[in-house]
């Protein structure tokens, strides 16, 4: 067998779907993207299709290696993503060629079902506790949330009440019967993180994610001698290189690489091992597509130290499409009392509604993250 083509499609609400085609008519599916720069992950894949066409794919490692050691230039969030969705694809096509799902093909699964939490209260948290409750109806008890807006370097007592407050009233409401994490999404700087975390740890959140940006993951271990709180990060790291240097410093409880980001498959397995023998939780990034989320519970369901599955259904970034709105197998992706069942299908388990993800790509239009500022001008984290 041989790969023939790759095709890319960009389609609302900022996701690229990847699909790889072989001379035996066997298809696999991928999920490249970095969010907000798609075009340019979309340029890297195509790149990559001149040493992939001709060549077996069921060789995976190889292929890998081939794209991360054999431009000389590697790593960071643009080559990453553009190998993971490809290597995304090339499981898909090995457990179709074999008639088993990508589980198996990494040595079968250590659970029968994976938790999954749900995203709530959008980019400036609001509504939370309407949003908690709706869901909680359909069976989500786990949650995660945005826990600030902007924040400046130095900010307000105000600010940081306001951010206290508003966790202080989803305990008043529900009590333990939730859980739920708190994003800090890099928008709170060393100056700051200290005393915010100080001030939530009463209330007990499941983990605070990025307390500081990834850039400054020196600092997790300093921070986490402060609290007990468990500290959570990884979206914005690309290799288990990166990684391996964050697991040795310490501070960590969970670590959350997307498969989508870093590597795909291949690498974030190797990433997840690592974290395990660290004694660190694995909670995949996933505020993405199907595929992506597929390739999440591939690695899930066969990784012991595997505890929380982030998915995007109703997520605030979804316009103009939702999680399964590609897909033609959505039962197969329902979520029973908060936790997914393994795929069964062949491969990724994830059958793509072609003809719509066409018509959807036709004219889509790139997303952007917006674009803050202080009120003193300066650019702010979003």
């Not at 999440?296 to 998915?311: I, R």
């Not at 109703?314 to 795929?343: C, M, Q, R, W």
């Not at 072609?354 to 979003?382: F, K």
Request: charged share 25%; net charge negative; proline share 5%.
């Amino acid at each position: 067998m041989k790969i023939t083509k790759l095709t890319t499609y960009r389609v609302p609400p900022r996701w690229m779907f990847l699909k790889i085609e072989t001379d035996e008519g066997v298809v696999g599916w991928g999920e490249p993207v970095i969010e907000g720069r798609a075009r340019t992950v979309e340029a890297a894949v195509h790149e990559f299709a001149d040493m992939l066409v001709g060549r077996d794919p069921a060789r995976i490692n190889d292929l890998w290696t081939m794209m991360y050691r054999g431009g000389f230039y590697r790593g960071g969030p643009i080559l990453m993503s553009a190998i993971a969705g490809i290597d995304q694809a090339l499981w898909d096509i090995k457990g179709k060629v074999l008639g088993v799902p990508v589980h198996e093909l990494l040595g079968g699964r250590v659970r029968d079902r994976m938790k999954a939490y749900s995203w709530v209260g959008g980019d400036r948290p609001a509504e939370i506790i309407a949003g908690m409750r709706t869901l909680r109806a359909i069976g989500f008890d786990t949650f995660k949330m945005n826990g600030t807006e902007e924040l400046a370097m130095l900010d307000t007592s105000l600010r940081l009440d306001n951010a206290v407050r508003r966790v202080a009233e989803i305990r008043e409401a529900f009590g333990f019967d939730v859980e739920f994490g708190i994003d800090f999404h890099g928008r709170v700087a060393k100056p700051m993180a200290k005393t915010l975390i100080r001030e939530l740890e009463p209330y007990r959140p499941l983990f605070i994610e990025e307390p500081v940006l990834a850039e400054h993951a020196d600092d997790y271990a300093k921070l986490a001698e402060t609290t007990s709180i468990p500290i959570a990060a990884g979206e914005r790291m690309y290799s288990r290189y990166e990684f391996k240097r964050v697991f040795e410093r310490g501070g960590l409880s969970i670590v959350q690489p997307d498969l989508s980001h870093a590597g795909g498959i291949t690498e974030c397995f190797k990433i997840a091992g690592m974290a395990e023998a660290y004694d660190i939780a694995l909670a995949p990034h996933c505020p993405l597509g199907p595929v992506a989320l597929a390739a999440c519970l591939a690695l899930d369901f066969v990784s012991y130290n595997a505890m929380l599955q982030e998915q995007s259904m109703g997520i605030h970034y979804n316009k103009g499409a939702e999680l399964l709105d590609y897909v033609v197998n959505k039962e197969d992706f329902k979520v029973t009392d908060g936790f997914f069942s393994p795929l069964t299908r062949p491969g990724l388990g994830v059958e793509i509604d072609e003809a719509r993800l066409i018509e959807a790509s036709r004219g889509a239009v790139d997303w952007r993250n917006p674009l803050w500022r202080h009120v003193d001008g300066s650019v702010a984290e979003w």
